[in-house]
């Protein structure tokens, strides 16, 4: 029902209604001063109307494959008793886009991918917060409403690509954070070194959420540390750069006290490094990973963001040009917010390209930078200037509602490869218990979560092997220590062409030595299903006390 087209043409019509009733009350008084009590109101009422929208969209069925990584780590997490441990390792050096999952898992929400979506939402409500008090600092009540319902009618007609749980939900609220922090202290909100060394762990952490992130991060500190340094507050630069070093201080010693030190470096830094900055993953050369024809041809020409991000480009190419006298004059003695914002701004544009995939759900990093830096150029934009930038503005935002509700569709089209899902499903489910791992070696992260299992090798993907990274002998070690460590009952060689992701081009078990050599010895072959090979582990030999 959600789907028809009348009712598709309802939430249009709601959509639209709102946002020229909010443009209209905006233009007609523009300074008018929304009390407290009148801004929470109009805030609550904007997040209901995306949760309202939102959840009768909501399905239980993979739309991203990540989406079917983390939550494999959950139900993994959820398995072994070692649960920090797992946390770290099992969750492709992301704990922090995991434990919103976890949390949800332990606080009765089942593990799917309904929930998952559930929890993305959450995390994006506080975002939609978080921006707004960021953009009243110095924008005021009235355009930060504006400005926030912007992002909202964004957010409520989202792409099924964009709502399914990913790393950049818990990143962007997690940046978004640190953001407002840092101009909460700019504009004097807090002097606390308690505070100071809650922004330092916050900002600290970034990485363990998302490699992408570190750059924006480190930007925020900076920043953070420079405002700091102007007002000579050396007791909280103490505790911020406390903070920030904290994060991972406390994981080195976890993994020294171990001994594995070396599984943290290898999986936390260079794992990512190498994707990030060669051409190990993506074949993609560096150069040609910022080239105008790629940011054209990747973040503006898409059905599901393409008009909004479009449009906030333009107000923040345009806006600067035309306040430059007013901007410019500010600059000398309130610099800072300026510098910080643009900044901020290339660095979310550096972290949707700098690894070189086309990968949709990074464009979401672009739109909270790009509305903080066109809320910040606003507020001194001249009057006559800012009504038609405000209207553009939400212009943009429905027309692309409008292209979003379209484009929403129940229908995937047919993959061949959802009957072979159902069938190695099916054959896990009746020949192992809820409590027995499983390995699939491939990229098909949603077998796990369909037959509820834990991954009994510490990633749920295997592409890892097929490249040309000094870390493999790190992860064959690492295979080998967690097969007999946990010892899967259940080994699926998936990698096959047109069945797993890239299956063409990533290595299957047996091109692997030392992965070929421990499946013959501990496994058999018992089922070939549409060229996925089923193996179960070999019962241990009983051992006779009778002589």
Same mark, same amino acid.
């Given at each position: ?159 099924? +690509? $964009?709502? *399914?749980?990913? #790393? ?10 640190? &953001?407002? !922090?840092?101009? %909460? ?113 990747? +973040? $503006?020409? *898409?059905?599901? #963001? ?10 923040? &190419?345009? !806006?600067?040009? %035309? ?225």
């Amino acid at each position: 029902m959600v789907y028809n087209l009348y009712f598709k043409l309802f939430l249009f019509v709601v959509f639209f209604l709102s946002t020229l009733w909010i443009y209209k009350v905006y233009i007609n008084d523009p300074k008018h001063k929304v009390s407290g009590k009148g801004a929470a109101a109009i805030i609550a009422s904007i997040l209901a109307l995306i949760w309202a929208v939102r959840v009768p969209f909501l399905r239980d069925r993979e739309y991203d494959i990540d989406t079917s990584t983390w939550l494999s780590a959950v139900i993994a997490i959820n398995h072994y008793p070692d649960k920090l441990w797992t946390l770290l390792n099992y969750t492709d050096a992301r704990p922090l886009t995991v434990f919103p999952l976890l949390a949800g898992s332990w606080a009765g929400m089942p593990v799917n991918y309904s929930s998952a979506e559930i929890i993305g939402l959450l995390l994006w409500t506080g975002t939609v917060l978080l921006l707004y008090q960021v953009c009243k600092l110095f924008a005021g009540k009235s355009l930060s409403l504006v400005m926030t319902w912007s992002l909202a009618l964004f957010l409520g007609t989202i792409c099924h +690509i $964009f709502a *399914a749980y990913n #790393s950049e939900h818990s990143s962007i609220f997690m940046v978004t954070a640190g &953001v407002a !922090l840092f101009f %909460l202290y700019v504009y004097r909100r807090w002097t606390s070194p308690a505070v100071a060394t809650f922004a330092g762990i916050l900002l600290g952490s970034l990485v363990y959420a998302k490699f992408q992130n570190a750059p924006m991060g480190l930007l925020t500190g900076a920043f953070l540390l420079l405002a700091m340094a102007q007002r000579k507050d050396w007791r909280n630069i103490a505790a911020l750069l406390v903070g920030c070093l904290l994060p991972t201080v406390l994981i080195n010693v976890f993994y020294g006290l171990r001994g594995k030190l070396d599984v943290f470096w290898n999986n936390y830094f260079w794992n990512y490094f190498y994707y990030s900055f060669t051409t190990q993953f993506s074949s993609m050369p560096i150069a040609e990973r910022f080239s105008p024809g790629r940011v054209v041809r990747f +973040i $503006f020409y *898409a059905t599901s #963001s393409g008009i909004y991000v479009l449009t906030l480009a333009m107000l923040a &190419v345009v !806006l600067p040009v %035309l306040s430059f006298k007013k901007w410019s004059s500010e600059f000398k003695t309130n610099w800072i917010p300026f510098v910080f914002t643009f900044l901020l701004l290339l660095l979310s544009i550096y972290a949707v390209l700098q690894s070189g995939n086309n990968f949709e759900h990074y464009k979401l990093f672009l739109f909270v930078p790009l509305l903080i830096f066109n809320a910040l150029f606003l507020s001194v934009t001249q009057p006559e200037i800012r009504k038609y930038a405000v209207g553009l503005l939400l212009l943009g935002g429905i027309v692309q509602t409008a292209v979003s509700l379209k484009y929403l569709d129940q229908d995937i089209a047919y993959d061949k490869r959802d009957d072979i899902d159902k069938k190695v499903v099916g054959h896990i489910v009746q020949n192992s218990r809820s409590s027995d791992p499983v390995v699939v070696w491939g990229w098909r992260d949603g077998l796990l979560v369909d037959a509820q299992r834990p991954m009994g090798y510490r990633d749920v993907h295997t592409f890892h092997f097929s490249m040309k990274s000094p870390l493999v002998p790190n992860w064959t070690r690492d295979f080998v220590e967690d097969m007999e460590e946990n010892k899967p009952k259940i080994f699926i060689e998936a990698m096959i062409r047109d069945y797993s992701e890239r299956g063409d081009v990533f290595l299957p078990h047996d091109k692997v030595p030392v992965v070929r050599e421990y499946v013959q010895r501990h496994y058999r072959l018992v089922r070939e299903l549409n060229g996925v090979r089923i193996f179960h582990r070999k019962e241990a030999p009983a051992i006779s006390l009778l002589r």
